[in-house]
């Protein structure tokens, strides 16, 4: 699937995603772009024993979007599978607002959801 900084695109709660290239290859991400244009928050996969997530906060379009072709980023159609996915590994939805779809049930890996 390719990669668009258009909101139809992430719709409320951003999109889930698998990184293809370089040392971060087979990580899940999730991103989405901030309600203060024009930064964008990534949050990469960590090992289950990690203390602090792997936040990333770009700004700007074009380097956000430099960054997810460097690692080749794979999206996750939207639907259940990615919700699913995202609530297993992040659990951030619900730190993000309202949704598309429902917000995760779990609390967020990190944070105080």
């Known amino acids: 699937m390719g990669f668009e900084t258009e909101a139809d695109f992430w719709g409320d709660q951003g999109r889930l995603g698998v990184i293809r290239t370089g040392e971060l290859t087979d990580h899940h991400l ?6 203060v244009e024009p930064w964008w928050t990534v949050v990469v996969e960590t090992l289950p024993e990690a203390d602090v997530p792997d936040e990333r906060f770009i700004r700007g379009s074009g380097s956000f979007a430099l960054l997810m072709r460097e690692w080749d980023v794979e999206w996750f159609p939207r639907g259940r599978v990615e919700q699913d996915v995202e609530s297993a590994l992040f659990g951030w939805r619900p730190l993000v607002g309202s949704s598309w779809t429902q917000a995760s049930t779990e609390r967020a890996r990190f944070g105080n959801a």
Do not use: G, K
């Open 30 to 35: 999730f991103a989405y772009p901030e309600s």
